[in-house]
């Protein structure tokens, strides 16, 4: 297996990281919402000056197999990297992931940076199977810090739905108006 870092105004090399990136998402997150090619191409190739991008790639064989990302604020939180580190789903548990998470922490520790956020995606349900990203994270050291709770509304809304939001809040949930205090008043 080698490991690189690729330039992604390469469209070779981009087109085979996110080839690796979508098949991930798309096998993790069955239900979207995806990143595609142009937006993630957009990002890559004209970066926020707020935000440096390193990208790699993980080959066996020469076919590509792992994609990852760091991403390196710029001008606020410099102890910190945020990366992505995604395994085909049929290359997995064979050291690709280790491989590149190697990578990413050697580029974030040799620019400074001391702490390493990796999100990963999993359902809600605590008592649903942890997806393969949380006990590879965990024997690498990594331990859970912040959950985030994503609520999708699928468009366009029935009327029903509608109606039941445009009913008021339902019952048992409190309302309340804000109101300002008089100057008057003691």
Not at 11 to 21: I, L
């Amino acid at each position: 297996m080698q490991v690189s870092r690729i330039d992604p105004a390469d469209p070779a090399a981009f087109d085979a990281w996110f080839a690796v990136r979508d098949a991930v998402q798309r096998h993790d997150q069955a239900d979207g919402p995806f990143w595609t090619s142009t937006e993630q191409r957009a990002l890559a190739t004209d970066p926020s000056p707020a935000t440096r991008l390193l990208h790699w790639v993980a080959e066996v064989d020469g076919r590509c197999v792992g994609a990852a990302l760091l991403e390196l604020p710029q001008l606020d939180n410099l102890h910190l990297g945020s990366a992505k580190v995604d395994v085909h789903p049929d290359f997995r548990r064979r050291g690709v992931g280790t491989s590149l998470l190697a990578a990413v922490d050697e580029a974030a520790q040799g620019r400074g940076r001391r702490s390493l956020a990796i999100p990963v995606e999993e359902p809600y349900d605590r008592a649903a199977p942890a997806p393969p990203g949380v006990g590879f994270l965990e024997r690498h050291g990594f331990t859970r810090r912040l959950d985030d709770v994503r609520r999708d509304l699928s468009l366009p809304v029935d009327d029903e739905r509608l109606n039941q939001v445009g009913a008021g809040p339902p019952v048992g949930h409190p309302c309340r108006t804000p109101r300002t205090a008089d100057a008057d008043s003691d």
